[in-house]
């Protein structure tokens, strides 16, 4: 029996449906982490659970409780907000102490517990500061420390990295899951950034148009993305989303070029679809190669270590391209010192089909993939 | 060079429009410790020597004229623009602090229309209000007593109440009220412990324009009261005497009924600060 | 299309006794692209302000080819710029935003119309041509603010946080037209960003910037390979490098965790930092490698680390791993799939060429790389 379960949830602002129909569970102990561009519903959703909306239609059941009209403050959630939220007039320490207060705690034992907290999340010498006095980091800290300090059984976290550097963003990541994993809470996790989703989340559900057009472990969302909009959310730069055609029986026409068709997909594809190609899988060479497209390196763009290439086929398709900088095709390109005579260049981009995604060019939707042969399964 | 002129030439005019805005302030002031003969030399000298008699006046009740005495009760008149005006403004908070919490957070049919309504009062001439309103408090025995004039006062102060709290209802973010109601805090611990304390400026802001406003109500008093329950502004038409104006002692009157309000201003001026720069989120 | 340079320029608001920007010279080559780079109050907007002639020059001077432009109106310096908060003219559509400049001059229609198409497509801005700029979201604002910047012919480009409200879908193909658009035209252009991920994508050479003085100048690579200060080398990259205090032992870097008590040790030549006690020092987490423990012996002359596993991110093209070392904690990047576990142990080989030096106390580079 799953810990929280919501169902059939939808909440309308004046006729426009925010959240439709919505239905999902989270398993005790688990962290899912909600994904979607901004505009999605995601702060509607939390609010739903948390109890500060209430929905037009639908259950919240948590525990095995009916909480869908219960009060927030008789829901036992913790949540930290991407603003902070924290209380301005109170210190940190009052902010903490907040969730074991409203319960008449013992002073020795809400003293004892509020320090445990600050120590755990680093914040204890600053904990008689008000919280104009705190760094943006040491604030979002005082934040989860007030929403863990009650031992609540979920926890909901609605983009709580958003407003810190990237230093602190890069701790608190690798801190969060240890941190509530030894606790055992239920976490909903709400964000814009796809690495935070994946680095944290054991299951990404993925929100658009106010339902969840997929849910899964990183693995599947990243390499079996249900449609083409679900695969351009994950990566960067994002997936290349080419028209491609069926061009004889083992051939796919592809940017004014034919390239070979894998066996196995022969039967998938009928007469036209969308090929998406991660940009990790276009492999690009300075030499002609065989069943490669030709192409025109047009920029450079470093990122992160990888090298970013925009290609753009004789047909003005453009085709992203990156790889390792350690593996970079030539030292100093694009980035010449003397910043003269950049330009752009010749090059032959070889598709990795084999890894590719084919969607149906109307819909976007995932085309589905002929089992494996006994004979071709690893 | 030139920006040390700028900079002194900028002080000159800063003191000259200073002294415009303060002048009539500070003549008032000097004529309190004028006699009348002093007020009235021509032309008028900065050089006289200071009395207390229009205080002494004003605070025993006895006022002697040229033609004999006269019995005023101008320190009735200041207590009762003490009490019109604290209780105004204490009902008007209570009703309307709350009022502009519901109006700030939730929307509701007909809200915005009666926030306008209530606002509409002011700008209705008090005059037209004044004479029907005259007949029914006769009627209902209000007429001539403090809590008729309270009641009447509203018109002034809760649409002003209202008005300036909500703006600052609406500037607490909602998700520090959802927070604490997280923390396990019902609805009426987080107005009292959050929603009022992050709203305290404008409260003390709107209390204290309130109080203004209600302290120099002319109309309604004279109106709707006698001299029983009439504030210093209406008492002040004592002054206006058969022999003629009693400039002294309506410079005197008039620094006395100045000193609650300026009191209060500077009293509340330190939660008008504070508030405001409270980083209540990121920044 | 013109060189800029900088020579010694400062920047003292009144009534502040400190330089907001302090002796910045820089040097900026024909067709060159540069970004100043910083965190908010570095000093990076004012310097970009006082080039295209909004914030006059305390002292220094600043000059397009060999014409000091110091005390020349905006108007008269024929730069082009982008502001941070768009600056579009509400009551005209986009299409005639983007061809303001170009009304005011002598330019035939059709030229105008082809330009303000070739960029407007160039930008994704097609459909909202007939649009008016109140009616588009923050980041279609911005591209037409963009637009209305690169449509000109100006001997400078000055773009002021060009980029920050993009569509994230959309980020990396503009960067690259952009950056295509302004290499193949040879427009020298001046980046103002915080964002050093956007700096390093568009730039030929970055200018970090800090309090007010030029940190480093330098191309990516320099940035990346040879940090100048401790500053530039928490500023750059991400995850951003880690750095550690460390003693210096006979024949090895002593590193300590932040309480001070000895974490692991980096062997380095004898006498190699002789007269230093306490150093900094850097690992950029792309040069890490994990391996399993007992493969380390392949390791050459490259330092050996045993290490824990503390969390293990896979974000697609990369992996991200969190790796404690004794009390101290790294951060390592591999280019795939990371088969460790979290609570598994691991060995790290980093090369010597990838630790970088800092003096403990200014933060200055010593070395990059430990001598082999």
């Keep these: 029996m799953a810990y929280l379960s919501v169902e059939a949830l939808s909440k309308a602002y004046r006729r426009n449906e925010v959240i439709r129909d919505l239905s999902f569970e989270v398993e005790r102990g688990e962290f899912l982490v909600v994904f979607g561009p901004s505009g999605a519903g995601k702060t509607v959703l939390l609010r739903l659970i948390a109890g500060m909306v209430l929905p037009d239609r639908g259950r919240v059941v948590l525990g095995g409780a009916d909480i869908t009209r219960d009060a927030p403050d008789r829901r036992d959630i913790g949540m930290a907000f991407q603003n902070f939220a924290l209380y301005p007039h109170m210190t940190a320490y009052e902010n903490i102490a907040s969730p074991l207060r409203s319960r008449g705690m013992a002073r020795a034992e809400l003293d004892g517990r509020v320090h445990g907290a600050a120590n755990l999340l680093r914040i204890d010498h600053v904990i008689t500061h008000l919280p104009k006095a705190l760094s943006n980091g040491q604030k979002q800290r005082t934040a989860l420390a007030r929403a863990l300090v009650g031992e609540p059984s979920m926890l909901l976290l609605d983009d709580p990295l958003r407003n810190v550097d990237a230093k602190v963003r890069y701790e608190m990541r690798l801190e969060l899951p240890r941190l509530l994993r030894a606790r055992d809470t239920t976490v909903i996790y709400v964000t814009q950034d796809y ?48 028209d491609a055609r069926r061009d004889g029986a083992a051939e796919l026409r592809v940017a004014s070029n034919s390239v070979a068709l894998p066996v196995r997909r022969s039967n998938t594809v009928a007469s036209d679809c969308v090929l998406g190609v991660r940009p990790e899988d276009v492999a690009v060479s300075l030499e002609p190669v065989a069943g490669a497209v030709p192409v025109e390196i047009d920029a450079v763009t470093p990122l992160n270590d990888r090298q970013v290439m925009l290609l753009r086929a004789d047909d003005g398709t453009e085709i992203f391209a990156s790889r390792p900088q350690s593996e970079q095709i030539e030292p100093s390109a694009g980035n010449a010192h003397d910043g003269i005579g950049r330009g752009r260049r010749r090059a032959w981009a070889t598709l990795d089909i084999e890894r590719a995604h084919f969607f149906e060019t109307r819909t976007g939707a995932r085309l589905a993939e002929p089992a494996l042969r006994p004979e071709l399964a690893r | 060079m030139s920006s040390q002129l700028l900079r002194a030439l900028r002080i000159v005019l800063m003191v000259m429009v200073g002294l415009f805005f303060l002048f009539p302030l500070l003549w008032v002031v000097l004529m309190s410790f004028m006699t009348n003969v002093d007020i009235l030399r021509s032309p008028p000298s900065p050089f006289f020597v200071p009395t207390l008699r229009n205080y002494l006046a004003l605070i025993s009740g006895h006022l002697s004229t040229s033609s004999g005495n006269v019995q005023i009760d101008y320190m009735h008149n200041l207590l009762n623009s003490v009490i019109l005006s604290v209780c105004s403004v204490v009902v008007s908070l209570i009703l309307g602090v709350p009022a502009a919490y519901a109006f700030a957070r939730y929307k509701f049919r007909g809200g915005e229309d009666m926030a306008f309504t209530l606002l509409s009062f ?46 600052y209802f609406e500037d607490v973010s909602e998700d520090i009220e959802l927070a604490y109601r997280l923390d396990g805090h019902g609805w009426l611990a987080t107005f009292f412990k959050i929603s009022i304390p992050l ?57 006395l009924s100045v000193i609650p309000t300026l009191v209060l201003a500077i009293f509340t001026q330190r939660y008008l600060v504070e508030g405001l720069s409270l980083g209540a989120i990121k920044g | ?136 979201s923050g980041g279609q604002q911005q591209r037409v603010s963009l637009a209305r910047a690169l449509v000109r012919d100006a001997s400078a480009y000055l773009l002021d946080e060009p980029m920050s409200q993009l569509e994230p879908q959309l980020r990396a193909l503009l960067r690259a037209r952009i950056k295509d658009h302004m290499t193949l035209h040879r427009m020298t252009t001046v980046i103002v960003t915080h964002d050093q991920t956007e700096a390093i994508a568009l730039s030929d050479r970055v200018a970090v910037m800090d309090k007010g003085l030029l940190q480093q100048f330098g191309t990516p690579e320099d940035l990346r390979e040879r940090p100048a200060n401790l500053f530039v080398a928490s500023f750059i990259g991400e995850p951003p490098m880690n750095l550690y205090t460390a003693e210096v032992g006979g024949g090895e870097l002593v590193v300590l965790d932040e309480r001070g008590t000895p974490a692991f040790r980096i062997p380095c030549q004898p006498g190699e930092f002789a007269g230093r006690r306490r150093l900094s020092i850097g690992i950029r987490p792309h040069r890490v490698h994990l391996g399993a423990p007992g493969n380390g012996a392949a390791g050459g002359s490259d330092a050996l680390i045993p290490g824990e596993v503390l969390s293990n991110h896979w974000l697609g093209d990369h992996s991200h791993a969190g790796i404690g070392i004794g009390g101290c904690f790294l951060i390592a990047v591999a280019d795939r799939h990371v088969e460790a576990g979290v609570g598994s142990q691991v060995v790290l080989r980093i090369p010597r060429d990838a630790i970088h030096i800092f003096d403990d106390e200014t933060g200055l580079a010593v070395a990059h790389g430990l001598s082999a």
Aim: proline share 6%.
């Design chain 2, 199 to 255: 709203a305290r400026p404008g409260i003390a802001a709107a209390g204290l324009l309130s109080f203004i406003f209600a302290w120099n109500n002319f109309i309604f008093a004279l109106i709707l009261g006698s001299s029983d329950v009439q504030p210093v502004t209406v008492g002040a038409l004592a002054f206006i005497t058969a022999s003629g104006i009693e400039y002294g002692q309506i410079a005197a009157a008039l620094v």
């Design chain 1, 195 to 242: 690495k935070e989703a994946m680095a944290l989340g054991d299951r990404i559900a993925v929100l658009g148009d106010g339902r969840f057009t997929q849910i899964g472990s990183p693995e599947t969302i990243y390499n079996r993305p249900a449609d083409s909009r679900i695969a351009r959310l994950f990566g960067d730069p994002p997936i290349n989303l080419l």
């Design chain 2, 122 to 167: 002011r700008f209705a001439p008090p005059l037209l209000v004044l004479l029907p309103l005259l007949g029914y408090f006769q009627t209902l025995h209000l007429y001539d007593t403090y809590f008729g004039l309270v009641w009447v006062y509203q018109l002034i102060t809760l649409p002003l109440v209202l008005w300036i709290v909500r703006g």
């Design chain 3, 1 to 136: 299309m013109s060189t800029l340079t900088l020579t010694d320029v400062s920047k003292v608001y009144p009534g502040s006794s400190e330089r907001s920007v302090d002796d910045v010279s820089m040097a900026i080559k024909d067709g060159e692209i540069i970004a100043l780079l910083g965190s908010s109050g570095c000093g990076k907007t004012s310097t970009l302000r006082m080039v295209a002639g909004f914030e006059s020059v305390t002292s220094g001077t600043i000059r397009i080819g060999d014409t000091v432009i110091n005390r020349l109106k905006p108007s008269e310096r024929n730069v082009a710029m982008a502001f941070e908060g768009y600056a579009l003219y509400p009551p005209l559509k986009v299409r005639d935003n983007i061809a303001f400049s170009l009304l005011r001059g002598r330019t035939a229609k059709a030229e105008i119309d082809r330009r303000v198409k070739a960029v407007s497509d160039m930008l994704e801005l097609g459909p909202m041509l007939e649009k008016f700029p109140p009616n588009l």
